[in-house]
């Protein structure tokens, strides 16, 4: 059977089959894109983003926008070059409040002088910095990083371009890339030495745990057991943490270097250090230092120190503990002439020695004459006791004994004091040697606070760098020059003797008696007539830096209240500016800043048994606490601590007599935290009337405010 349709009807069915593919096929597409595509945003880079970009050099930021053509990411390895944008079209200027950017120029590696040094362990050695530093701890680099220093505002300088600092060629910055590059170099190879060692140390410790457990003379003692078997575990883990710590560090470290790209310019710090005479070390690509050994102001401070001595030395380098300990300085011959002042040392022979030293060949100053000195072994008590008769019939004896050396004071005997020995030295004795081996022997200096010395030396040969040093600046108001010779205890073999080296005080100390008066007369000592005097220097020492600590607690003061702090800082910060040993000085001039302490030690009282802390509103009154103490920083915070009779003691009650006035309340709160915030466990206040109650509020943090008196007969301490 046939089926006939109509022309017509063909037409029509065509047209209808025709549309209904164009429709489903648009629709399938439509469907298609939904489902598959990826839900991100795309950004066409044919033309310039008018989207704000972060600094062009901030390696942290990845922005999804570029002005540049598409680039697949397959290769992610570090590009020397920023990429430069394609010219703008004529487009809406969009203004910003930060300046432009230039991104025409090429990535900087930046670093800075050794002021910031990066926080890496490298292997002690002895050397110079520009700024001593008291070091950090040290942790492992951080490989991401593609910067070795941040630098605070620092603009890369393109060495193509003119050179924005007067002063610095170009032919003088390619000579510091040089370095730079070679430092480099240098560096890779070190640290792939380091790597080699390591390695070599870690693989022979897991040789020896998988081979030498079944060999007797290896395991010794260790049963030859299963619990054996753990023990020689036990045994290799403790042997191969470290090294195998060591050698990841070492590992991360050297990928680090050879991740770097090329260095190609110079920050504007960097130009700086060049006008003043540095170049890049060629040791490490983390420091900076001077070609030119007469432009260094360090090594120049240190040969003017050692020729400044009474024994003068050669060259820069500070005596040893060796030469300290024994008396000795290169230079000088020195020969035991006690022979001579026999009848005067009569029966203290072991004990008080004289000695002549006479300038050798090694001496740079031609001129010195010979000179002679009296040592003192202060462990010997009877020999202590009559050293001060036996000093000046010895002085009246010979014109040319200008010296005087006591040793080993406070050591047999902590109460041990030689003030009354520096107070009687003959006029003709201008260079004082002092051994402190007891913190408390430091007393002993405020003996000297009426003579004038041309040198004082002051060691010790227990722990030189205790944060428990505290020196009396008063003492030392009329001594010219106070020599330095840093020896840290802890880095040397004890075994070897004896060793000394230079005190590092932390802190300021006053003693019974001394007024605030007298407080402000040593504080003027520290930071301004004295200020170059490392002994004043605190932890840190060099320009700028000062002891932290100031104790308090053998006077009757027990506030800042009346100490001219705004006056020393004014003379502090214009000294750091002008410093006398470093040419650029005002140059690098950080600028203002405002004496702070770290630690404020002051006296507590005793009645009847009972610790207790004694305040006057008018005292606080102007206390300056919330000033002059520290910012709390993670790891360090100010503190407070309250000693009776050197003992120090806490959770104790605090009385406060008479009226709030001016800001004692906001003293007396930052008081309280800083005391509570480093152990004192203070719980109670007490104040004298419900009125001067009702000013600070019922409590100050955890401590509560009460009203009552303390006692001095009541057990219970109050009335």
Do not use: C
């Not at 540049?68 to 944008?85: G, I, R």
């Not at 009337?689 to 943090?701: L, Y």
Request: no cysteine; hydrophobic share 30%; proline share 6%.
């Amino acid at each position: 059977m046939q089926i006939y349709v109509p022309r017509r009807r063909k037409l029509i069915i065509l047209a209808a089959s025709a549309m209904v593919l164009v429709g489903g096929s648009f629709a399938s597409s439509l469907a298609n894109n939904f489902i598959s595509s990826s839900h991100e945003i795309h950004y066409s880079s044919s033309t310039p983003s008018i989207v704000n970009k972060n600094n062009p050099n901030d390696l942290t930021y990845v922005s999804p926008v570029v002005n540049s053509d598409f680039k697949p990411q397959e290769n992610n390895q570090p590009k020397v070059d920023l990429v430069k944008p394609k010219e703008e079209t004529p487009k809406e200027v969009i203004k910003q409040e930060t300046p432009k950017v230039q991104t025409k120029i090429k990535e900087p590696v930046v670093i800075t002088k050794i002021e910031t040094p990066v926080q890496r362990p490298s292997t002690p050695r002895r050397s110079l910095s520009l700024s001593p530093r008291k070091p950090a701890e040290v942790s492992p680099p951080n490989t991401q990083t593609r910067s070795p220093v941040i630098v605070q505002n620092s603009s890369p300088v393109p060495t193509t371009r003119q050179n924005p600092v007067p002063g610095v060629s170009q032919s003088r910055i390619q000579y510091a890339l040089e370095r730079y590059r070679k430092a480099l170099a240098n560096e890779i190879k070190t640290i792939e030495f380091r790597v080699s060692n390591l390695q070599a140390e870690v693989n022979e410790i897991e040789r020896s745990y998988k081979e030498d457990f079944d060999k007797d003379h290896i395991r010794g003692k260790i049963p030859k057991t299963e619990a054996g078997r753990d023990l020689w575990k036990e045994a290799y883990q403790r042997r191969i943490d470290l090294p195998r710590y060591n050698l990841n560090r070492e590992k991360n470290y050297l990928e680090y270097l050879k991740s770097l790209p090329e260095k190609t310019s110079l920050t504007l710090e960097e130009l700086k250090s060049l006008r003043q005479g540095l170049v890049p070390s060629l040791d490490t690509i983390h420091a900076w230092e001077y070609e030119d050994e007469s432009k260094n102001p360090t090594l120049n401070r240190l040969k003017r120190h050692n020729a400044s001595r009474t024994f003068n030395t050669p060259s820069w380098y500070s005596l040893s503990p060796w030469n300290i300990s024994n008396g000795e300085f290169p230079g000088w011959s020195k020969s035991d002439v006690s022979s001579q002042f026999s009848s005067e040392i009569s029966s203290f022979t072991n004990s008080i020695k004289v000695y002549e030293y006479k300038p050798n060949s090694e001496n740079e100053d031609k001129n010195r004459q010979p000179l002679k000195l009296i040592q003192l072994d202060a462990n010997d008590n009877n020999a202590f006791e009559k050293f001060q008769e036996i000093m000046a019939k010895i002085s009246q004896k010979d014109s040319k004994v200008q010296a005087i050396r006591i040793k080993n004071i406070g050591e047999a005997n902590s109460l041990q004091n030689a003030s009354s020995i520096l107070e009687a030295i003959p006029s003709q004795i201008n260079t004082v040697s002092v051994f402190l081996n007891n913190v408390n022997a430091t007393k002993s200096l405020r003996g000297l606070e009426s003579k004038k010395l041309k040198e004082l030396s002051i060691y010790t040969e227990i722990n030189s760098v205790s944060d428990e040093w505290s020196i009396n600046p008063n003492g030392l108001k009329n001594v010219d020059f106070i020599s330095f010779d840093y020896n840290n205890q802890a880095t040397f073999d004890q075994s070897q003797g004896k060793i000394g080296g230079s005190i590092v005080f932390s802190g300021l100390r006053w003693e019974k008696g001394d007024t605030v008066d007298k407080i402000n007369e040593g504080l003027s000592i520290v930071f301004d007539s004295k200020i170059n005097q490392r002994v004043f220097q605190g932890n840190f020492g060099g320009k700028g830096g000062w002891p932290t600590t100031l104790d308090f607690s053998e006077t009757d003061v027990n506030t800042f209240k009346g100490i001219k702090f705004a006056e020393f800082d004014k003379t502090f910060n214009e000294k750091v500016k002008n410093w006398e040993d470093d040419p650029h000085a005002e140059e690098n001039y950080p600028g203002f800043r405002k004496l702070k302490f770290t630690r404020f030690i002051i006296k507590g009282s005793n009645s009847n048994g009972a610790n207790s802390l004694n305040f006057k509103f008018s005292d606080l009154d102007g206390a300056q606490f919330t000033e002059r103490f520290s910012e709390s920083v993670p790891g360090s915070s100010p503190r407070v601590d309250v000693k009776i009779d050197g003992r120090q003691i806490n959770s104790y009650p605090v009385y406060i007599s008479g009226s709030p006035t001016g800001d004692s309340v906001e003293q007396l709160r930052k008081f309280i935290s800083v005391a509570n915030g480093s152990g004192n466990n203070i719980s109670q206040i007490f104040v004298e009337s419900e009125e001067a109650r009702s000013k600070i509020g019922s409590t100050i943090g955890t401590a509560q405010v009460l009203v009552g008196r303390q006692s001095s007969s009541s057990s219970s301490g109050l009335i």
